[in-house]
């Protein structure tokens, strides 16, 4: 537990101090700049101070901090996936979320609840099955589990999906966990700020000036900012950043869509999946219940909401969990996945001295916070990539060496 | 975008459609380059704007051309790609 709560409770000066200073007007130049203040990009400049002592580093936010799919995702963390790359990279960033109210001295609600990945089908269970010994054989606690192991879990969940998909069994997870999505943000955007680390929000990057393939800087709307060094963490804008450099990337843009329930006693404790019904589930901390379906059928720049989401999702909800038919959708919200052809990110170095990327996080990517943080400072100080991260690499496209991650990385693809 | 117009089939609720990803002229698969190759099977063109785009019309199984803003999703006009040098003519 963090003692922040108890240092308060015993202290007579209140409020506590802000969060991170407001920073207006850039310095002439920064040995880092880091597009993007989500969690991706606050984690970075974080562990660029914390564990390479580079502190000369700004953060540009274009809007407000952890804005973007940092506060849009259904913050569920879990490391199940399908190649023993994946799994390992995860893995790691489950173990430092573990420990990350303690690091940043702040409570992220962390909830460690377990991950039941449902099947309705022969072909996922065999699906479930090759991602539990993956798991099993990198050390990560997953399994196969029967139906009366879920029930036991949820005993509210009809079982046979009102006879339209019954269930068969399912992946279970056991460190499957949720958290405080914007709290992350806030944690490492406070520990970054603290070591030196310069955060600007409503702040633009316009452009990126690069000579001889090389970056020498940016031009904001605050200026120009002198640097050799450009992270680039933004998530569903990153084509739009790419094509200032003009590197051609796979990824597209594609909306998807969350909404949570009026607030309601605790019931589920388990994070639920299903595949063949399009539908993740769990309750937050203050009993809502947070709800995600798959990705929206084309590409859309867009984080509009539509009726035919919450119609389709609510419909495969009612077929889980049909007591819930009265229970009222108070807010739903979209964010700008970007999406890769092998569902893995894409993360390094570029073709670009200085422009690194941490992006294609499409679906996948609140739970990789951390030690996405870690590598990218890693890869940004040494100026070579992490080996966590090899198998993500820019290049892995022309020399045809994807990573398929499509099984295990979202709901009905 | 709620709804769409096939060429053949007027205009029809979006739920009658399938999105088919970027129209993209392919290279010479005999004459270019690996990375030539690597770069049109992988890459996309993922910036917002003015798009051409393949769709399909699923219940009467029609391949058309949209071109779509993708930043605001709107189509301009949708034909099929046999009358493609067609419209093109006519907007100049």
């Known amino acids: 537990m963090p003692f922040r709560l108890l240092k308060y409770a015993l202290k007579k000066e209140y409020p506590a101090k802000r969060f991170f200073k407001s920073h207006e007007t850039p310095k002439k130049s920064y040995d880092v700049v880091i597009i993007g203040g989500g969690g991706h990009g606050l984690a970075a400049a974080y562990y660029l101070a914390k564990d390479h002592g580079i502190t000369n580093v700004a953060v540009l936010e274009k809007g407000y901090i952890g804005g973007g799919n940092t506060g849009r995702n259904t913050a569920i963390v879990r490391s199940n996936y399908l190649t023993p790359e994946g799994v390992n990279f995860y893995d790691a960033s489950v173990k430092i979320y573990e420990g990350l109210s303690e690091e940043l001295d702040l409570n992220l609600f962390y909830s460690t609840r377990g991950h039941f990945t449902l099947a309705h089908t022969e072909s996922a269970m065999r699906t479930m099955r090759w991602r539990a010994e993956v798991n099993k054989h990198v050390g990560v606690d997953s399994r196969v589990v029967g139906v009366d192991e879920i029930l036991k879990a949820c005993p509210q969940l009809d079982i046979s999906c009102s006879g339209h998909a019954p269930i068969l069994g399912a992946l279970y997870h056991g460190p499957g966990s949720i958290a405080r999505h914007d709290g992350v943000a806030w944690g490492y955007a406070r520990g970054a700020d603290g070591y030196g680390a310069e955060i600007f929000q409503n702040t633009e990057v316009l452009s990126i000036d690069v000579k001889n393939g090389k970056v020498c800087g940016v031009n904001t709307n605050k200026g120009y900012i002198e640097t050799k060094q450009v992270l680039c963490a933004v998530a569903g804008f990153t084509p739009r950043i790419t094509e200032m450099v003009d590197l051609k990337t796979p990824i597209v843009i594609h909306p998807l869509q969350a909404c949570v329930t009026e607030p309601m006693k605790p019931w589920l404790n388990s994070i639920l999946v299903s595949g063949s019904l399009h539908v993740y589930v769990s309750q937050s901390s203050r009993g809502e219940l947070v709800m995600g379906s798959s990705l929206d059928p084309y590409e859309v720049h867009q984080t509009r909401s539509t009726l035919d989401f919450v119609e389709g999702l609510t419909a495969h909800m009612l077929d889980m969990f049909p007591f819930l038919s009265n229970v009222k959708i108070v807010r739903q919200w979209g964010g700008m996945a970007d999406m890769t052809p092998d569902f893995a990110p894409i993360m390094g170095k570029t073709p670009i001295e200085g422009f690194y990327l941490d992006a294609g996080w499409g679906t996948w990517g609140f739970k990789a916070t951390p030690i996405s943080g870690k590598t990218m400072a890693s890869t940004i100080a040494n100026d070579s990539n992490h080996e966590l991260i090899h198998t993500f690499r820019f290049s892995r496209f022309e020399d045809y060496e994807l990573t398929g991650e499509k099984g295990a990385a979202s709901v009905g693809h | ?92």
């Open chain 2, 1 to 92: 975008m709620k709804l769409l117009t096939c060429p053949v089939n007027g205009t029809r609720p979006i739920s009658e459609f399938i999105f088919g990803g970027e129209y993209r002229p392919a290279p010479d698969q005999n004459t270019c380059s690996d990375a030539e190759w690597a770069a049109y099977v992988y890459n996309r063109q993922g910036a917002p704007g003015d798009k051409k785009e393949w769709w399909y019309h699923s219940p009467s199984g029609t391949w058309f051309i949209a071109e779509r803003n993708t930043l605001t999703d709107k189509v301009a006009r949708t034909y099929l790609l046999a009358d493609a040098k067609k419209v093109a003519g006519e907007s100049k």
